[in-house]
């Protein structure tokens, strides 16, 4: 298993964020809003327009739907396969974040612009999850030219 940590250094790991996101099928979004003007509510619009399965994770909005999916408390009510986190919090919960993922056994976490955290991303890399921080998925899909989950 190799250990990353991708951060914004776009000249040098522009391969493993393409990797990572064709990769990815099903990604759990974790403050997810059910308001269209927030970013993450565009993000997931985003990554379910690429063919990604998204489950919204808000714990204020559980049992609700955000774009006929339905929103969850936590990580841990999601009974599917995650692959994938994708962080729209503050970096203060970050760390908690990490935990979460490390014993749920998901290996890949993305964090917003914004959202770093030097402790949370050490034991990450500590416990063989990439993270690939400082970034978005909506910019960096285009950016990079990805046609992705298409089939």
């Given amino acids: 298993m190799s250990i990353e940590l991708i951060h914004d250094r776009y000249d040098l ?22 308001k269209p003007e927030r970013d993450s509510y565009k993000v997931m619009a985003f990554l379910m327009n690429e063919g990604y399965q998204v489950f919204p994770i808000n714990p204020l909005l559980s049992g609700t739907t955000i774009m006929d999916q339905k929103v969850y408390g936590s990580l841990g009510d999601i009974s599917s396969p995650i692959d994938m986190i994708d962080v729209f919090r503050q970096s203060k919960y970050l760390y908690d974040i990490v935990v979460e993922a490390k014993q749920a056994n998901i290996n890949t976490i993305w964090t917003q612009l914004g959202v770093t955290e030097v402790k949370a991303e050490l034991l990450a890399v500590e416990s063989g999850i990439t993270m690939i921080v400082n970034r978005c998925p909506a910019i960096e899909i285009p950016r990079l030219k990805l046609a992705l989950n298409t089939d």
């Fill in 13 to 34: 790991e522009d391969r493993k964020v393409i990797d990572t996101l064709k990769q990815v099928k099903t990604i759990a979004l974790i403050g997810a809003s059910s």
